[in-house]
């Protein structure tokens, strides 16, 4: 299939008469087929695949009805804020490899992204010299990172982590063949600490690495630091024994704000506290943020010659 841009007004492009966008293809029945059930069931009717136009206008007002009837789900649907940065979609802009090192791709925003990093580093309390970070595509990347940096720290470490967790705690730890100790839970979603204790005591001969929740998925359940740390002191483990990974996936923007509510802060012994910017920020686009320790992670840096950099991420681009 051929797509061939014709204009590039960004106002609206793909909804203006006049066809900004053409696609001159030889397309099969089954790829009209394949269309129609990504519409979810909307019945459009034969498809012409010469006026994108008009799929994209169809598809859209499905959207809009959706939209109108979505009830609810653990993120920020409204997202007309983002039109503004519509104009960028211009730019083939790639933040690739650290977002602190230059490298040889002149197209970037790495300036903004570490503007937010360090706006981060400052609601986190870490300073600026004793941090890195960047700009993940969501919260599950945070997650596959800020556990990696303890498996890093820790290769023979076992993964503790609560039964309300978020799916990707255990791909984490299944894509990094991690051992693995699920805790169970209170009915407000946090973790069970003597559950936790009793699980760390037949173990203290390995390192813990911890995932805690900021929010769980379904009861927004916050585990709370000052118990974790105080049982993992009580059970044995000193603090060059444990990494501890946050996920404030779904309230690491919410918390800080709140009179008397927990706190984050890399006052005390954690080790990363990663964001999804799909919930709270309600962003349309793959984003989420990753803050770290500079000491773990530069265990995980490698130099790559063809960007000319350096890269410690998960996804690389
Ligand atoms: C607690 C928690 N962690 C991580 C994630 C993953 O975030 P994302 O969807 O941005 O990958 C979610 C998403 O629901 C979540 O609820």
């Known amino acids: 299939m051929q797509v ?26 089954s790829q009209l087929v394949e269309v129609n059930k990504i519409i979810n069931g909307h019945a459009l009717g034969e498809l012409n695949f010469d006026s994108t136009t008009h799929l994209l206008h ?8 959706k939209a109108t009837m979505l009830l609810g789900y653990p993120l ?41 990093l360090d706006w981060f580093s400052k609601l ?52 990094y063949k991690m051992e693995c100790e699920v805790i169970g839970t209170l009915f407000t979603g ?13 173990n203290q001969n390995k390192p813990a690495i911890l995932h805690l929740n900021i929010g769980t998925t379904f009861k927004g359940g916050i585990d709370n630091l000052d118990v974790v740390i105080e049982t993992l002191k009580e059970c044995g483990y000193s603090q060059d024994k444990f990494y501890i990974h946050c996920d404030a996936a779904l309230c690491g923007l919410i918390l800080p704000f709140l009179k008397n509510a927990p706190k984050i802060t890399f006052k ?45 991420t998960i996804s690389g681009s």
């Open 58 to 65: 169809d598809y859209m007002k499905i959207l809009d009805e």
């Open 190 to 202: 946090e973790m069970d600490y003597h559950d936790l204790r009793s699980k760390l005591l037949p």
């Open 124 to 175: 986190w309390e870490i300073e600026k010299d004793q941090y890195w970070g960047y700009v993940t595509h969501c919260g599950t990347e945070g997650n596959l990172h800020g556990i990696l940096l303890g498996r890093e720290q820790f290769p023979d470490g076992i993964l503790y982590a609560s039964r309300e967790s978020h799916y990707s705690v255990w791909k984490a730890a299944r894509m």
């Open 268 to 312: 005390k012994p954690i080790g990363s506290v990663s964001v999804s910017g799909h919930k709270f920020l309600g962003c349309p686009m793959p984003c989420g943020i990753q803050i770290a320790r500079k000491k773990h992670v530069d265990i995980l840096s490698r130099n790559i010659e063809y960007i000319a950099s350096i890269d410690a």
């Open 4 to 29: 061939k841009i014709l204009s590039n007004g960004f106002h609206d492009p793909i909804l203006e008469d006049g066809g900004v966008i053409s696609i001159n293809n030889g397309c099969h029945n």
């Open 76 to 116: 920020n649907i409204y997202c007309d804020e983002y039109v503004a940065l519509a104009p960028l979609l211009r730019y083939h802009l790639n933040n690739f490899g650290d977002p602190f090192t230059e490298n040889n791709y002149g197209m970037h925003s790495r300036h903004f992204e570490v503007g937010v």
